[in-house]
């Protein structure tokens, strides 16, 4: 079975820094893209970033330029560098994989959870000001 398994979540005072994890088991290989989605409470999920197999790279408006998102796949595993963190950053953060290595490339517009075919427990982030 495909896991995927976010950590790094945690408390950081606002222009602070965080990396998440995203362990991916269970693909036979590494045909896969993976996406970040956040939800803040009371709000609707939110796409933040994505990388295709190849490692093409998608940002929101909301994060571009403060958040950079690459692999390990010799660890199988997926980063989310947060930086210059903002208490509207605040929220649990999910990574979801879909089983298709063209998922993220040349994305435009709006990421939404369209062809996302698994997802992970979220880690908490929380930014205080």
């Known amino acids: 079975d495909v896991q995927l398994q976010a950590s790094g979540g945690g408390l950081v005072q606002a222009g602070g820094s965080l990396r998440l994890s995203c362990k991916v088991s269970?693909?036979?290989?590494?045909?896969?893209?993976i996406g970040w989605f956040r939800q803040a409470p009371g709000s609707e999920r939110e796409g933040v970033s994505c990388?295709?197999?190849?490692?093409?790279?998608y940002y929101s408006d909301s994060v571009k330029g403060r958040f950079t998102t690459f692999s390990d796949n010799a660890k199988n595993t997926v980063y989310l560098q947060m930086n210059r963190l903002k208490t509207e950053d605040t929220a649990v953060y999910y990574c979801a994989a879909a089983a298709r290595p063209t998922y993220c490339a040349g994305y435009v517009g709006t990421l939404t959870d369209r062809g996302i075919d698994y997802w992970g427990k979220g880690t908490l982030v929380t930014v205080s000001s």
């Open positions: 990388i295709s197999a190849a490692g093409s790279t």
């Open positions: 269970g693909f036979t290989d590494a045909n896969y893209g």
